[in-house]
């Protein structure tokens, strides 16, 4: 009798002990997971929704003092730029020029070039569905951005096109268009500003994005930083860049108050503007832009 209690409660104790050790070893890997699954802890807003006080921030950044001209950032000549003329019918929508964004989630690049461009494109419309993202951790930064997947843009000038082709993890979620992809390779970012202005990585040092939160990032386009500096440049870049193709028929006072604002008149393009003749949207034939994804790709 005292044989078989001892033996159960020597049952008991190893099984105590067994179920004390499949503990231990899930907390160590648990935290070793969730210590490597992001260097920053940003990644736990990827896919989620950008707040009505973000939208509202960013709109406002957007329309405060521009900062500086964005001629540097412009490069059209040299080994490398990223900016050059493209030729052939403008893309063209409903009477509006076409903007072709396609970029990744994953790409650090496009991380730090996609504040520039809400901020550019939100001085001429309306950003809704947008979503926090960060590009992909290690050597790509896992730096705080957004993603123009499912998102939707409305402006009474331009029309916006975006193609996020791959997610974080590098997985396509989504195929460019034939009629959309003129003048792009393989690199990402990539814009195409109506078939007139195609445009590469704009801002190459993407270590200003290091370390900071949305919060942070948007508290230095307002104060001015050097990294809020540089982001500014960028969206006057492209700021530069819309009041270039918007035809004279869709030009009001509103536009030309961006367009004739000191940072954008001051913004060098180095490349001769699209003669009027390109300009005249209706003559021209616009092509049909195949459908973009609709709804939201979600990844864990």
Known sequence: MRARMKRRQRI????????????????????????NAGSTGLDKYDSVSVSSTDLGTMYQV????YGPSGSSLLVTSGGSPNLQAASGSPFVTNGKPIIVYIGA????????????????LSRFGNFSNLHYMTSASGSEG????FTFTGSSYSSKYVSFEPI????????????????????FGSAYPFVNFNNRYLLTTLIPDTSILAGKNWTQIFTSISSGDSTGTVIK????????LICRIIPSSLQDSKSNEV????????????LASPSSSSLSLAQV???????LPGTRQRWS
């Open 259 to 270: 367009c004739n604002a000191p940072a954008i008149t001051s913004t060098s393009i180095g």
């Open 105 to 120: 989630d994953f790409c650090p690049y496009c991380a730090v070039e996609r504040w520039s461009l809400i901020m550019g």
């Open 233 to 240: 440049e960028g969206a006057n870049a492209i700021t530069a």
């Open 12 to 35: 008991r104790t190893l099984t105590i002990a067994a179920t004390l050790i499949i503990i231990a070893v899930s907390l160590v890997i648990g935290f070793y997971v969730a210590l």
């Open 164 to 183: 996020e082709q791959e997610d974080r993890d590098r997985n396509v979620i989504a195929t460019v268009p034939a009629n959309a992809s003129l003048g």
């Open 285 to 291: 034939p616009s092509p049909a832009f195949a459908p």
């Open 62 to 65: 957007s329309h405060a003092a």
């Open 142 to 145: 896992d730096y705080a951005t």
